[in-house]
């Protein structure tokens, strides 16, 4: 999959591309259906398919205010773009003059001058361009004028409500990661490096990896049934989010123990991948309740990847 990063890293004498366009924070299952229209109308026209995002997201430009801690960092995005058989995306970096471009200014103007398009396909919620004044039946007008196809894509439905980077927002927010796996399609997931802690873990029994996270949107506080991608493998573990009561802290961590696994991971890059809600984080009366605790916890987790049939290591 190629990326390009603004109009200016394209090749000249472009051939029309069939393309969706959107933040598609998430890559949920929504995007996933427009995606796949993408591709099979691109493969029956033999032309390029295509995604046309935005960076940063546009309200950190419009209403900061407003700004949603996204569900996926760029590089998590790009990496679940590249298993919908896209074969590029283009990056446009978003800024005030971007903003201000009328709807059919940003076709018109900025974007087909340097990106034509055969088809664009997208959800049935499309808002674009200025104070996202235009809609699906203003860009099917500006397409049948400048010769491209607008393919109208269904919303997905899963539980009862509508798949959308909202939606899944919400649900990771209260701590209902199951829920956030079926919109996405796969589990939420944090990545980051791995820092030096205060190996309270280790001393009781329970060494931890204490991510720093490039995400910004975090589960509630709690406990929670993960997985760790890490040096080439994925292993069971459990993860605690919280201010860890027991010892005082007033600072949200982020720490992991990785179930039979030695290994040093600090240092390293590491995605935790989020299963189930164990339990809500508690205060205890001191280290030695605190343990007894999570070798409950540990029985638990051990028995949810045995149930599944999932390798603890």
């Given at each position: 999959m190629k990326v390009w990063n603004g109009l200016d890293d394209l090749p000249d004498d472009r051939s029309p591309a069939v393309a969706s366009i959107g933040n598609y924070d998430g890559v949920h299952r929504g995007h996933q259906r427009i995606l796949e229209s993408v591709v099979g109308d691109a493969r029956q026209r033999g032309a390029v398919a295509a995604l046309i995002t935005f960076d940063p997201h546009p309200l950190t430009v419009v209403a900061p205010d407003r700004r949603p801690d996204l569900v996926q960092t760029r590089r998590q995005k790009l990496r679940s773009l590249e298993s919908t058989r896209?074969?590029?995306?283009?990056?446009?970096?978003?800024?005030a003059a971007l903003a201000a471009l009328e709807p059919e200014a940003f076709f018109e103007e900025f974007l087909l001058p340097r990106?034509?398009?055969?088809?664009?396909?997208?959800?049935?919620?499309?808002r674009f361009g200025k104070a996202r004044r235009g809609d699906v039946e203003l860009l099917a007008s500006?397409?049948?004028?400048?010769?491209?196809?607008?393919?109208?894509?269904?919303?997905?439905?899963v539980d009862d409500r509508i798949v959308s980077s909202s939606a899944i927002r919400h649900a990771v927010?209260?701590?209902?990661?199951?829920?956030?796996?079926?919109?996405?399609?796969r589990p939420f997931a944090l990545t980051g490096l791995v820092a030096r802690g205060e190996s309270?873990?280790?001393?009781?029994?329970?060494?931890?990896?204490?991510?720093?996270?490039?995400?910004?949107?975090?589960?509630?506080?709690?406990?929670?049934?993960?997985?760790?991608r890490a040096l080439a493998g994925r292993h069971a573990a459990m993860t605690n989010i919280g201010l860890r009561p027991t010892f005082g802290r007033d600072r949200l961590t982020v720490e992991t123990h990785v179930l039979d696994f030695d290994d040093d991971l600090y240092?390293?890059?590491?995605?935790?991948?989020?299963?189930?809600?164990?339990?809500?984080?508690q205060p205890f009366d001191g280290p030695a309740q605190?343990?007894?605790?999570?070798?409950?916890?540990?029985?638990a987790a051990e028995s949810y990847f045995a149930r599944l049939r999932l390798p603890i290591k």
């Open positions: 896209i074969d590029e995306v283009l990056i446009v970096p978003f800024d990106y034509p398009l055969g088809a664009l396909h997208v959800g049935d919620n499309f500006i397409g049948q004028r400048a010769g491209f196809d607008v393919r109208r894509v269904g919303a997905v439905e927010r209260d701590g209902d990661v199951a829920l956030a796996e079926r919109l996405l399609g309270r873990g280790r001393e009781l029994g329970f060494p931890t990896a204490n991510l720093e996270p490039d995400n910004m949107l975090l589960p509630r506080p709690g406990v929670y049934l993960t997985q760790v240092g390293q890059r590491i995605e935790v991948l989020f299963l189930e809600r164990l339990r809500d984080e605190l343990a007894d605790q999570l070798a409950r916890d540990r029985a």
